[in-house]
């Protein structure tokens, strides 16, 4: 699963992307050229787990994200810049709200919404652009043959024509199961997942989580979007502190944790992941699968053979395991259950597969 960092020219979404991941290699997506980085997605349970099974190694789970050219004008008219950003499963939009007369904004002034509102504008307005070209298609196709299959989709095409034209994004529409599928092929921009990353200046530090319930207030609620503010400047010194001096540099500004885990915590939840947990004495774990996934199929994450060879999961609630102290005690006092392969796993399961 991939993240995009997008912004405007001066956001600090590039500074972001280097705390977040340390990466400093570059890719090419299509004609697009970005800097792709991995970054360790936090979780104080896996650190509860490890405890139990005290391992000679605790692996967490790790989202990517992509480091893109800043987006102007010029680039959101680009064929070259726009498949690139289509081949991603979310957006981090950086909006820019601190204060720097050394660093010119692109708009000369500092208004995020405006520019949430242009960066949506402009996402909107590539995919009217698909859905015009492939509805002229059809069009012609449909005057040569009869098809159901190409009424449907001239049907649901229309509709999304109507959302986007009003200004609304298509991650606002329901949709079923079988439109989602007859639409992924077009990799719509403005159905992708959203995470509007507020990067405030130092002075705004002490008030960041009222910024950002304020701006969460302003936009209203919106699907499959999400909002986390941090303060670029402050994450970056405290990139190169040692964590009981972060933690105290944090709290000088009355900053209760990171900005950046919250934003990868974000991010991780925005994407519809969860984490569920193996543990050995060589190894804790934390897997990463969608919402919804099956005990078979979180066995396959592991090892394709666990899923051809699944019998049984062996399943307890990372805190009950915890709070028995060990998988001994935790099968004496009943807290562990088998269960099937059609069992949905939840977040911050233990499991223990059983397999031939």
Request: net charge negative; aromatic share 6%.
């Amino acid at each position: 699963m991939r993240t995009a960092i997008i912004g405007l020219p001066q956001t600090g979404k590039t500074s972001l992307f280097t705390i977040l991941t340390g990466a400093q290699q570059s890719t090419r997506l299509g004609t697009l050229s970005a800097r792709v980085g991995i970054a360790r997605v936090p979780d104080p349970r896996l650190e509860a787990v490890a405890a139990v099974f005290r391992p000679a190694k605790i692996t967490h789970a790790t989202i990517e994200y992509l480091d893109t050219p800043p987006i102007s004008k010029e680039a959101l008219r680009d064929p070259g810049y726009l498949a690139g950003l289509r081949i991603v499963d979310a957006f981090a939009h950086v909006l820019r709200l601190f204060q720097d007369d050394r660093v010119p904004h692109e708009f000369g002034s500092l208004d995020p919404m405006r520019d949430l509102e242009h960066v949506e504008t402009e996402l909107i307005l590539s995919d009217l652009a698909v859905i015009e070209k492939r509805l002229e298609r059809l069009e012609k196709d449909r005057k040569k043959v009869k098809s159901a299959e190409l009424d449907q989709e001239a049907e649901l095409l229309e509709r999304i024509k109507v959302l986007l034209e009003s200004g609304r994004p298509l991650r606002e529409m329901s949709l079923s199961e079988e439109q989602e599928k007859r639409l992924r092929g077009f990799q719509f921009l403005s159905q992708k997942p959203m995470l509007w990353v507020l990067n405030l200046g130092e002075e705004e530090a002490p008030r960041l989580h009222e910024i950002e319930n304020d701006f969460r207030s302003r936009i209203g609620s919106r699907p499959r979007t999400q909002v986390v503010a941090v303060c670029g400047k402050i994450e970056a010194e405290l990139s190169e502190l040692s964590p009981e001096e972060a933690r105290q540099y944090r709290e000088s500004f009355g900053l209760p944790d990171s900005g950046l885990e919250r934003l990868i915590a974000a991010t991780f939840s925005l994407l519809g992941l969860i984490s569920f947990f193996t543990g050995s004495q060589p190894e804790v774990r934390a897997w990463t699968v969608p919402r919804n996934t099956t005990a078979l199929k979180a066995a396959g994450t592991i090892h394709s053979d666990f899923e051809e060879r699944f019998i049984r999961a062996e399943v307890i609630a990372w805190k009950d395991l915890v709070e028995a102290g060990s998988l001994a005690a935790a099968r004496e006092r009943g807290l562990l259950r088998l269960e099937g392969k059609d069992y949905i796993v939840q977040d911050g399961d233990v499991l223990q597969i059983r397999h031939g």
